[in-house]
C-alpha cells in the first residue's frame, strides 16, 4: 500500500484491509482470478453487517408492520422506523416525516412526477433537466410533459463533461416550475454545483429534485442546507441491499401532493363512497413495504457513518487520481470526462477497440467494469460515442486492483489490436 | 456432400477442445473475428441490424436452390469470432436443415456460458433471424 500513502488515502493498509473483511464477495474468484470489482457506480457490495441483518430479521423477528399487536411486530415496526430517522440524519432532514421509503432512485423521481407533476405542472409550463441524465431522470419528465402539454429543456454540457452555467441560467424563467438535475454523473462522474443550481431555480420559483444515485455513497448531504425540494438516493449503490431507497421532500410539499400508489397503510378510513388518506409520511407507502431491506439499510448507513463519507471521498480520489494517471500511460486511450469536480468514475475509450470486447477479456482477468452506454443514451449521442468502458471505484478498492486492471487493459489491447 | 450442421458443430466442439486456457479461446476467437471478411456498407442498414445492448450485428441472406447463403458482420471483434462460427455452421444448408437444427455448440464449448450473454451481443437474436430466414425461404420455395 505505499502508494496509497503516497497519494494521500486517508486509511493506512491495515485499516483498508479490515473495511475489505467486511465484505465477503471480494474473496470470489471469477474465471480462476481473484475478483477485482470496478462496477460501483451500477451496485455497490454489501458489507456482513448488512448481510446479517437481513438474516436476523427473517429469523428472528419477521413480521408485518404498523400493525399486529404483538411483539414481532412491534420489533419490526421499531426497526423500520429506525431505519427512517437514520436516514433523517443522513441528508439532515429537519422533519423525520419527510424521509419516504421507495424502491430506489427511479420510483423516488416517478413518485414525484406523478404526484407533484401532475398537480402543479401545467400546459406551456416547463421542467429542466440535463444532457448527464440517465434514462431513469428522463422518461418519467417525457411522460409527464407529454400528458400534460409541458415542455423539456436540457441544459447542455462542454466537452469535459460539465454543464454550461450560462446556458442554465438562459432556460431559466417564470415558466419553470422543477428542475429535475444530477448529483453526480453515473457515466462520466461529474459532480455539478448543485448548490448554485438549487439558488437559481429558486429565484425563478421552481423546484428542485437532486437524483443522488451516484453521490450519497461519497458526498456528504445536506437537504437543508442545500435547501433542495426533493432528494432521491437507491440502498444499492450505498453498500445497502437492493430494492430499497429514499425519497427525501420538503414536508409542505408532500402535504400538498396527492398520494401516488392507493392500498393499504398509506389510508386513514376507507368507506365505499370515500377514503381519507394517512398523513406523512404513510400516505406515500402504500401496501406492505420491503421491510428487511429497509432494516439492512440501517447498517448501511452505520457502515458510511463509521468510516466518515470525507475519508470514503478522500480514498477515493487518491484511487481516481492513481488510475487516470495509469490509464492515460495507454497508447490511444482517451479518458471521457474530465470535469474539474468529480466522483470516482474512470470512464474511458481506446481508438479502435469496442468497449465490449475489452469487457469480456477483462472479465477473463477478473475485472468487472461497465461498458456500453450506462442508461445514458442522449449523453452518449452528445459525445459522439456508442459507449465508454467505466471503472467506478468504493471505498474496498486499492491500488493494486487498478494494477490489476492496468494489466488486463493492456493485454486486451495486445489481444485485440 | 458437403458437411451437416452436427458435424460442423462436431468439428467445432473438437478444435475448441484443444485449448487448455480460455485464454487461447480467445485468441482463436479474436483471430476469426479479424479475419471474418467485411460486409458491404450498403449492407449495413437497420433492416439487417441485429441490435445488442452494446455491439450490433448486421446480417443478411439469400436463396439459390434451396440453399441459403448468409454473410454477417459485428462491429465488436470477439462478436465477430462468434458470428464466424455461426456462419460456418449455418451458411449454405439447405433450409430444412437449418430450421430443424439444434444448436448445441455454444453450450459444449462453454462459449455461451463465458461469452454469448445474450442481451449484450445480439448473438441468439442472430440464431434466431437466421432460423427465420430459413423459414421464409422454404415457404417460398414451396
New interface residues.
Partial sequence: MITDIKISSPFTEQQLADIRNQFPILERKV?GKQLVYFDNAATTQKPQSVITALDNYYKGYNANIHRGIHTLAEEATAKYEDTRKALQKFVNAEFEEEIIFTRGVTEGINLVSNTFGRKFINAGDEIIISTLEHHSNIVPWQMLCEEKGAILKVIPINDAGEIIWEEYIALLSEKTKLVSIVHASNALGTINPVEKIIEEAHKVGAKVLLDGAQSSSHIEIDVQALNVDFFVLSAHKLYGPTGIGMLYGKKELLEAMPPFHGGGEMIKEVTFAKTTYNELPYKFEAGTPNIADTIALNEAIQFVNTIGKSNIMAHENSLLQYATDELLKIEDLEIIGTAKDKVAVASFVIKNI????L???LD?EGVAIR??HHCTQPLMQRLGL??TSRASFAVYNTTQEIDTLIFAVQKAVR??K | MSESIKEIQQSIIEEMALFDE??DK??YI?ELGKKLPKLDEVHKIDANLIKG???NVWLIASEKDGIIHFEAES?????KGLVSLLLRVFNNQPATEIINSDLSFLEETGLSR??AQTR??GLLSMVKQIKFYAMAYSVKGN
Fill in positions: 474465471n469496442h468497449h465490449q470486447d469487457a469480456y477479456i477473463s461498458t456500453g456508442k459507449g489481444m485485440l | 480460455w485464454n480467445y485468441e479474436i445492448c452494446q455491439s462491429d465488436a471483434v470477439i462478436v463465458h461469452l449484450s451481443n
